[in-house]
């Protein structure tokens, strides 16, 4: 199962080195992870997404905290978080068939940052399934993918929320990553629900 | 361990000619060179004594040394350096303090290192590198020594400025100590041992470090475990390694006799509580006697102490005391359901969860348990091998036996890793903390003989055995060269079977005798000792043992016994790995031994 995990480490050299090293050797395979600032100087933030057993998020937690760099670990699997990737999309596309992706563009709320005679590309922010949903539909439509890169998953909890709160906020019976989506249908503003119909 | 303390001695170097560091409070800070530096603050965190090795990256340090009231002892091979800190640690309570140069000698550092992290030992080692200016060059001698030790270090630091070195030392010895306690590596660069900062020793004082936010002892866990422990028919103590750790001997014992709660102990936990106690069980595990592991089998309560349910001491998981509820102090929350699904987890200080535990439980006196195990201990006593009349043949657990006798169990024992470990284990029976030291988690041959250097030079007064086997004693025997150039009255038994015996063991068991590159050839131990300016004796007789031991105890300066044992004898009881705890190779009875009887597995259902 994938768990997510933000950490506040201290920004120094070597210490996602540390970070990556403990999950080497706890034989835990991370499948992204972003770092970058936050809103403290000297502190970085990680989103750590890692596909581990269900009962390893404990284990995970506590030897992260071990780490001395780490200031604070959550475990966001079961709570209610804004779940955010970037992508950048490059497509093969001239002149000529550029204005069907130009639609496609449009309907998934991404943006073009680069046209040229060759090919154009994608920019595009949103829950995983969104960018995996323009990535769907570009193939299907038999346009010629040329790079993709993603960010991962970088998610942040909802408000300020007391504990108890929090628990209200549970979807019971979600994993993670179906949660937060769930959440993002219903309550974000700009969300595009589905892939369009074909 | 408790949380760090600040360290009594005082941070200016005593005695020191120059640099001058300042006498009052108000000039406290003195322009040092970073060598100076460091030395400045070791001797502020209380260092009198480095186990070291010099080379080209570390000689600002090495130069700066005749400066500071600091003993160096002169090791023989890195490896070394770091066990005899290792050492120290475990027999003082200290920070064991290790030195190299860059590259190889920091590279030699490794398996110490590895050693002291898993058994939690707190050292601080400071290596030598290149000049930051040539950092990541492949310059001669440099290597990532930081990279290298980051899985076997509690922490490291790589520090290219003066002005970090004595924040970073100081940090480096309360992450050492606090909490779970571990080995710290400080990666200094040539050019900042040599550059000049300020040096103002309180200033570059750690901040408190966060406590493990996980570690908790909610009062609710607390009830709970009183509860269970009140309601417990067949409670067992497992006592670990962490009772030295916290210094909890005194509430183990308390809740040990108040509830008359047999105690099993750990291989790292023996000392912690008294062997001779009533309610002492011994060792459990792989080679605990059947009566331990048969308790911990059959009881209905565990409770934990300072132990981490290793693979050696559970057997198969599955198996592991399935009618047992289990209690677990432990300081290291990820140590918590990590092997052994627990009932209550207690996660900080065992002596404190102990403090708040006790008042919660009043006195038993009566416990048909303990009658029970001891009932179920039948004639296993009987045919342990110290009952053995004198066949002519010298077994090893008689020269351990005849050790623990002469010397009132009352040394220091420090052993290697084989079967004469086991034996040691089984035989000497330690009645006090510290007073074993062994490598357990790591289980590292050659660590013996310098371990016990360390443990000597922090006991002086206390009487030092090395008891090490033909094996492991060649690892690392040319520390008995550091042993003559200290002139350090220490011990040696050489325990000779002419075998890697523990693996000559398992291919007897388990792999049809096949002894491949199990039978060693060996020098001639008590002339290798002579050679070295130490005494030796070689002994083959039972009745040599005793005067052999006293005469090596009579002697002022170090002394080196060649017990030369039976070959082919085996550590009994033997749960093979992965078993479970009842499943058990037992001992071959006393009148069949001598004739090579062989032993078959049986379970304890087959009685
Ligand atoms: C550095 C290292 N290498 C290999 C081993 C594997 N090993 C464990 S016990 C043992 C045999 C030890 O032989 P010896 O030192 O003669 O002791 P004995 O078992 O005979 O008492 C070996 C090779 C080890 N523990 N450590
Ligand atoms: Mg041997």
């Known amino acids: ?198 | 361990m408790r949380e760090a303390k600040e360290p009594a001695i005082q941070s200016r170097p005593k005695g020191t000619a120059k640099p001058q560091t300042g006498n009052t409070p108000a000039q406290s800070t003195t322009r040092l060179t970073g060598a100076e530096i460091l030395w400045a603050t070791l001797v502020g965190e209380g260092i009198d004594t480095v186990f070291g090795y010099p080379g080209g990256a570390i000689l600002p340090v090495y130069d700066a040394l005749r400066k500071f009231p600091v003993r160096h002892i002169l090791v023989r091979h890195e490896q070394g350096a770091v066990h005899m800190a290792d050492g120290y640690a475990r027999a003082s309570g200290k920070v064991g303090v290790a030195i190299a140069t860059s590259g190889p000698g920091a590279t030699n550092m490794v398996t110490g290192l590895a050693t002291a992290m898993l058994d939690s030992i707190p050292l601080v080692c400071i290596t030598g590198q290149v000049s930051s200016k040539v950092l990541g060059s492949d310059a001669f001698q440099e290597v990532d020594i930081t990279g290298v030790t980051l899985p076997v270090t509690k922490h490291s630091y790589l520090v290219t400025r003066p002005e970090d070195i004595a924040p970073a030392v100081r940090e480096a010895f309360l992450i050492a100590r606090s909490g779970r306690p571990g080995p710290v590596l400080i990666d200094l660069t040539k050019d900042a041992q040599a550059a000049i900062a300020d040096f103002d020793f309180e200033a570059a004082a750690a901040e408190a470090r966060r406590h493990h936010p996980m570690r908790s002892v909610a009062p609710d866990a607390i009830q709970q475990a009183a509860e269970l422990i009140r309601n417990a028919k067949r409670p067992v103590i497992l006592a670990g390694h962490g009772v030295m750790q916290s210094g909890a001997e005194e509430q183990v014992r308390t809740l040990a006799e108040r509830l008359q709660i047999p105690v099993a102990s750990t291989l790292l936990g023996l000392g912690g509580f008294p062997a001779t106690h009533p309610l002492s069980l011994g060792m459990m595990g792989m080679h605990g006697e059947s009566w331990v592991n048969e308790a911990i089998q059959n009881s209905d309560l565990l409770i934990a102490a300072g132990m981490r349910f290793d693979d050696r001491v559970t057997g198969a998981l599955p198996t592991y005391a399935p009618k047992a509820k289990k209690i677990h102090i432990e300081i290291d929350p990820a140590e918590i359901n990590k092997n052994v699904k627990v009932d209550v987890a207690l996660i900080g200080d065992l002596a404190e969860v102990l403090e708040q535990l006790l008042p919660l439980l009043s006195a038993r006196t009566d416990s048909p348990w303990l009658r029970q195990i001891n009932e179920s201990k039948g004639d296993a006593a009987v045919r342990d091998i110290t009952n053995l009349p004198d066949n002519g043949h010298l077994y090893a657990a008689h020269v351990i036996h005849d050790l623990w006798r002469v010397t009132d169990g009352k040394a220091i024992i420090v052993t290697d890793v084989g079967q004469h470990q086991m034996w040691e284990a089984q035989y000497y029976k330690h009645e006090t903390s510290r007073s074993l030291i062994t490598s357990g988690g790591l289980g590292t041959m050659g660590f013996a003989l310098p371990a016990a250097i360390g443990a000597k030079i922090a006991c002086p007064d206390r009487e030092v055995w090395v008891i090490a086997g033909d094996g492991g004693f060649q690892m690392t025997a040319c520390e008995l060269s550091t042993i003559a150039q200290e002139n350090l009255d220490l011990n040696i038994a050489v325990i000779n079977n002419g075998y890697l015996g523990m693996v000559r063991q398992w291919q007897e068991f388990f792999y049809e005798k096949n002894y491949a590159a199990s039978p060693i050839l060996s020098p001639d131990f008590a002339m290798l000792a002579q050679a070295h300016g130490i005494a030796g004796a070689t002994i083959q007789q039972r009745a040599q043992v005793v005067p052999a031991v006293s005469e090596a105890r009579k002697l002022k300066g170090p002394y080196l016994i060649n017990f030369q044992v039976e070959k082919e004898d085996s550590v009994y009881p033997m749960i093979p790995s992965g078993a479970a705890l009842h499943e058990l190779i037992r001992r071959p009875s006393v009148t069949t031994a001598h004739l090579g009887h062989n032993p078959i597995i049986e379970t304890a259902e087959d009685q």
Do not use: W
């Open chain 1, 1 to 198: 199962m994938l768990h997510t995990f933000v950490a506040l480490v201290e920004d120094k050299p070597g210490v996602l080195t540390r970070v990556a090293s403990l999950f080497r050797r706890l034989n835990i395979n991370i499948v992204s992870v972003t770092v970058g600032g936050t809103e403290r100087t000297g502190v970085s933030r990680m989103t750590i997404v890692a596909d581990a057993s269900p009962t390893a998020g404990h284990r995970i937690m506590a030897s992260l905290y071990k780490l001395e760099n780490v200031l604070e670990v959550d475990d966001v699997g079961q709570l209610s978080c804004v779940t955010r990737e970037l992508a950048l999309i490059k497509v093969a596309a001239t002149v000529q068939t550029r204005s069907h992706i130009f639609e496609l563009v449009e309907v998934f709320r991404a943006r073009i940052v680069d046209l040229a005679p060759e090919s154009l590309m994608i920019e595009m922010t949103g829950v995983e399934s969104k960018i995996e949903g323009l990535i769907q539909v570009l193939t299907e439509s038999g346009d010629e993918i040329l790079e993709v890169s993603r960010t991962g998953r970088m998610v942040m909890r909802r408000g300020q929320h007391t504990s108890r709160v929090l628990q209200a906020m549970r979807v019971p019976g979600y994993e993670s990553s179906g949660s937060s989506q769930s959440e993002d249908a219903a309550l974000e503003p700009d969300a595009v629900h589905t892939q369009p119909a074909d």
